[in-house]
């Protein structure tokens, strides 16, 4: 089905006292996929009601509404209100946007209708914000921000559920020309991806993008013109298979920007890993406590205290509890840092806890066993010490990444 909303002699009345006010009077109207619909007309011409309408907000007094094969009129508040929430993203004159909110957090709002989950949303509100190029303001509230950005706030939270079309009334009505401009722009970007609009302006930037325009007068319309074929219709009669143009192209489009994690926290992290890794060797070079390392074969470690033999240890366990493990680990840590700045959130995250606990469990063990071999007499090595407060350090940042859910988010992009 190639049609996303149906109006059919479609009647919205109003009472105003004993006077009838036909509001829509009797409109017949298609958008079909990847429309881009311009609704002009008088103040009280009828546009916010025949929008109303579309959007599921009113049903009409006699006629039809079908919104994805569903009639408005026949269906619950309940159902209307879902079909609202996934179906349709609204953007309005005024914007209303949630004034004790950030803007990331207005963006998120209806995600929170669509059962969708916390992390998710919010890099997918950080990425409809990119999308706007507002990536920079996400932890702004809105009276920090100016009408344009609010708008463009207004904008990625319309499209935060994927709907299926955008209504918009008026959205450039209290926006200077250059913000109406870059209002425009993202209109015609995401129609161009696949994303069906209408929207009722008086802006020509808006109504020169789009594919066609309906003149609305006393609820009628009076004239029709169309600008330009529509690219979606045309794919699908192509012969491109529906699902396909049913997919919000846009969406990808968005995603393709990529966001970087931290680099202060990767950077942290890619030290932390170097150092575990070298602190693995720690109590086997140097002359810590007057040891020095003379051989540390895969089978003995030997320590030499004023060149008298005093310790060797044998057996692969020494070697691998004591060097091996926090090299693979520190490693990991590395390997870690580069994902979090790839901005593999949730890798990251668990890694980062997952390594940290390694980390430190390993450490305990190792001075656990190097304490317990070199007895009671001999101080345990400072390198060990070390390795184990790099271990405590690294449990200690994979369990703030945790709690600091989606810690690159809260950062602004450097
Ligand atoms: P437009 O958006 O083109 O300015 P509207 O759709 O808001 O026009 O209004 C069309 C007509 O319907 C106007 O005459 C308006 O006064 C009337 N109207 C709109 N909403 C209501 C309402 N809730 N109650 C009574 N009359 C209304
Ligand atoms: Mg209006």
Redesign the pocket.
């Known amino acids: 089905m190639n049609e996303i909303v149906r109006v059919e002699q479609a009647v919205k009345k ?3 006292g004993a006077e009838e ?1 036909r ?1 829509v009077d009797g409109v017949t109207l298609e958008i079909p996929q990847g429309d881009f619909l311009a609704v002009v ?10 929008l109303n309408l579309m959007g599921c907000v009113d049903r009409p007094s006699s006629g039809a509404v079908t919104v994805h094969g569903l009639e408005t009129g026949q269906l619950s508040e309940r159902a209307l209100a879902t079909i609202r929430s996934t179906t349709i993203g609204f953007v309005f004159q005024h914007f209303f946007l949630m004034p004790t909110l950030t803007a990331v957090e207005n963006v998120m709002v209806p995600g929170r209708f669509c059962a969708k989950r916390n992390g998710d949303l919010r890099s997918r509100a950080m990425e409809l914000l990119d999308m706007v190029d507002l990536g920079d303001r996400a932890n702004h509230l809105p009276h920090e921000l100016s009408g344009g950005e609010m708008q463009r706030v207004a904008l990625a939270r319309a499209l935060i559920n994927e709907p299926a079309i955008l209504l918009a ?1 008026e959205p450039t009505g209290n926006l200077d020309t250059k913000s109406a401009g870059q209002i425009a722009a993202i209109f015609e970007e995401l129609n161009r991806g696949g994303l069906t609009i209408v929207v ?1 302006t008086h802006s020509a930037e808006l109504t020169g993008n789009a594919a066609r325009i309906i003149h ?1 007068s006393d ?1 009628k319309i009076v004239d029709e013109q169309r600008l330009r074929p529509l690219p979606v219709s045309e794919r699908v009669q192509a012969g491109e298979p529906d699902e396909k143009a049913a997919v919000p192209e846009y969406m990808p489009s968005s995603r393709k920007k990529r966001r970087w994690g931290s680099p202060a926290v990767a950077t942290l992290m890619v030290l932390l890993g170097a150092w575990i890794s070298a602190s693995a060797f720690l109590p086997f070079i140097g002359k810590f406590s007057g040891y020095q390392l003379v051989d540390r074969g895969l089978l003995s470690v030997r320590f030499y205290k004023e060149n008298n033999l005093t310790r060797v240890y044998t057996g692969e366990a020494a070697v691998i509890l004591t060097g091996l493990w926090p090299l693979v680990l520190g490693l990991l840590l590395v390997a870690a840092a580069v994902l979090f700045l790839l901005n593999f959130q949730r890798i990251s995250r668990w890694s980062a806890i997952v390594i940290g606990s390694s980390c430190a469990l390993i450490s305990g063990i190792n001075v656990y066993m190097i304490g317990n071999r070199l007895g009671p007499n001999v101080s345990v090595e400072y390198g060990v010490w070390i390795l184990f407060a790099a271990g405590i350090t690294t449990l200690v940042l994979g369990v703030l990444l945790v709690l600091a859910k989606g810690v690159r988010n809260k950062k602004e992009p450097g």
Request: glycine share 22%; charged share 20%; proline share 0%.
């Open positions: 109003y009472h105003r006010v509001a007309g008088r103040s009280g011409s009828g546009k916010t009601t025949l009334d009722v609305l609820g």
